[in-house]
Every structure is written in C-alpha cells, then in structure tokens.
C-alpha cells in the first residue's frame, strides 16, 4: 500500500536511506540528521514524500523535491538547535563531510549544477527483499501523478552513472537519459520523464 509519509515513518526511510544510498550520513549520527531531514519534508511546501508498506512493514520510499529553497527554509527554521548538535556530532564522527554539508548549505558552487529547476525525484529507495516485485514502480506512479497534480509537465533526477540497476529502473519506466554531469567526483547521469496526462492524486496529497 502506498501513502504519504507520516513523522512516525520517518525513522524507517532513514534508516533504508542509509542501507540503500551512497551517503556521507553514516551511523547513529547520520540517522538522526536524516531523520531531521524527513521530518522535515512530512509537512513541507516545497517536497513530498510516498511510502510502500507490506505487511506492515514500510519497504520502500520516494520523494519529489520542487523548491529546495522552501525544504531549506523549513529545516532552518523549526529545527535549527537539533541540527547544530547532530552537525557538530556528524563534525566529530565524519570530519570531511563537514565541508560538503556546510557548502551545500550555503549554496557554493557545486550546487549551482545541482540546482536545476523543476520537480526533481530525490530520492527513491526499495528494500533489499522488497526489489523486483513492482512496489518501485507503484512509488514512481504516484510520484508522477502528484507532479502532474501541482502543474509540473516533467520530472528529472540524478542518478550514478554505474547504479545500473536504477538506471535499468528509470529506462525501463520512460525515463530518458539526457546528460552527464560530474559533482564531487561523482558523475551522474540526469534523467528526465514527461508527464502525459494530468489526473488527479491516487493518494491524498495535500496539495
Ligand atoms: C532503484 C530501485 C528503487 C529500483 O527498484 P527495483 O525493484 O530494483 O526495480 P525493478 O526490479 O522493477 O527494475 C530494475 C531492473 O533492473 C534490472 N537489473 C537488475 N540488476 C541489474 C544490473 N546489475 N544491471 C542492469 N540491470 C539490472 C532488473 O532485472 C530490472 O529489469 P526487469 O524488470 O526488466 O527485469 C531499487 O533497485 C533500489 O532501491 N536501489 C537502491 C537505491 C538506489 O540506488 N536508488 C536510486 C538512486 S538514483
């Protein structure tokens, strides 16, 4: 079953972040910094995030990113002391990530490549046991539909130029490779998929 996210789920999708993604968010630390994070995009203006459940059990996850600035806002304003100390603590268990946090913060350079205008799907997660089996797809569905929802005619993402499986994912649901970019000497392939139709939400957004 697939439904927004709630403050009680996020506990859950950092913790797949963490399994699944290539992050500098590691450990307890890490966890506490994304779960800021999500709680954060729970009632947010600027994203939104689907959850798949099975059995009860939340297996999968994907989130519609559409004004940084406003997700930005909101985690400075309403948690700002909780983020200065999982901050500091990331400083001490992970110094260099430090930098890249800080610099994504204030918007240096790097980021001017990541800030491509639009609804950008960032990002989607199924677990280890849950793949193969179609919830991907249900989560990307919703996801679409909500973007046609709020008036966006396409949807981008970044993806790792070697996750083939994702990559393999995003052709296979109508996603066209459009460039390369490097960031971080990482270099990423950027996606985009139109959106034919606008219907209304399956899932009550909100919005
Ligand atoms: C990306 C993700 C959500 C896709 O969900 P999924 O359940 O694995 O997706 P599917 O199984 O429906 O589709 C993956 C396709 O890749 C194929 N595949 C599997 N391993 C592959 C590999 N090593 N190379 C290329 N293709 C591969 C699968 O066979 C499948 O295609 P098919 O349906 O035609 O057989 C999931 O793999 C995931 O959570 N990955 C880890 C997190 C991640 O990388 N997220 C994306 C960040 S950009």
Redesign the pocket.
Known sequence: MISELTVDACERVAELHIQ???TRYVGYVGQRMLLLYYSNIVDSVGGKCFVADIDGSIE?F?CGIWDQDAVRAGLRKRMWPSLSFWGAAQLIVKPKSIIRIVRDYLRFEPLALWMKGGYE????????K????????M?LDNLMVHAGSIGYDNVF????VD????????Q??GFIEMSRVLRGGINYSIFERRIETHQPPLVHTGQ
């Open positions: 699944n993604l290539r999968g994907v799907l960032r990002p989607i997660v199924v677990s280890a849950a793949r193969g089996t179609g919830l991907a797809t989560l993402l970044y993806c790792e996750n083939w499986r994702a990559k393999a994912f995003y296979k649901t």
